[in-house]
């Protein structure tokens, strides 16, 4: 079966500074590979995809993510992080259903 | 733009009750999923559907069922609410497997 691993709780940031949010995988075949962004009370939203191509994946409001095999990471990055950037992010594999990792905090301070 | 409503954002019921929670999406997508978030545990997936009258159990299908009469609807069911079905319910369209979900706001259910 698949599985997700978002191995930090939270992750802190100051404002302008890069950030990574770390996501490893498991999953039998090819990943297909996603990120959320959870804004308080709110539904998630779809920021990135990698389904196969380039390792370097872009998406919504500035973040990136970075597809390694050998390392069956897929790790969220953004060169310089905003306070509006402070949310709960996720992970997830698609191996017939998506499966989420547990969510990783980012909070960004001014 | 894409839109996935949920009947309620917060609901307060008591312990036996039979509960229902509604979801509606108006992108004619064929795919609706239903997922319980708690903290510490991410999402978890109920039930989900490929295509109306058709319904799949998730990871965790004990003590829910669904209904998608229509494809824009999915309803999910607590059949007798018990305390620890108290957590976010959270909605999800998509056009198609690979395709990314699109999520509803929530409804925060407290069962008493």
């Known amino acids: 079966a698949q599985s997700v691993a978002q191995p930090e709780d939270q992750v802190n940031v100051a404002e302008g500074n890069p950030l990574t949010v770390k996501c490893t995988y498991s999953?039998?075949?090819?990943?297909?590979l996603f990120w959320y962004v959870q804004y308080p009370n709110r539904g998630l939203q779809f920021l990135l995809k990698?389904?196969?191509?380039?390792?370097l994946v872009k998406g919504s409001y500035g973040f990136e993510a970075e597809f390694n095999k050998s390392q069956t990471s897929f790790h969220l990055k953004k060169p310089s992080a905003l306070v509006s950037d402070s949310a709960l992010y996720f992970c997830?594999?698609?191996?017939?259903?998506?499966?989420f990792g547990k969510g990783t905090m980012l909070l960004v301070s001014p | 733009d894409v839109k996935v409503t949920q009947s309620s954002r917060y609901l307060v019921k008591r312990t036996g009750e039979k509960v229902f929670l509604e979801c509606v999406q108006d992108?004619?997508?064929?795919?609706m999923f239903w997922y319980r978030q708690d903290p510490g545990l991410g999402l978890r997936l109920i039930y989900f559907?490929?295509?109306?009258?058709?319904?799949e159990k998730g990871d965790i299908p004990e003590g829910y069922s669904v209904s998608r009469e229509k494809k824009e609807r999915f309803s999910l069911i607590l059949e007798s609410a018990s305390t620890n079905q108290t957590s976010m319910y959270l909605c999800?369209?998509?056009?198609?497997?690979?395709?990314?979900?699109?999520f509803g706001d929530g409804t925060r259910l407290s069962i008493l």
């Open positions: 559907s490929y295509d109306v009258k058709m319904k």
């Open positions: 999953v039998s075949g090819n990943p297909y």
């Open positions: 992108m004619d997508h064929e795919n």
């Open positions: 999800a369209s998509s056009l198609g497997p690979n395709q990314p979900q699109h």
């Open positions: 990698y389904i196969t191509g380039d390792n």
């Open positions: 997830a594999v698609r191996d017939g259903t998506l499966t």
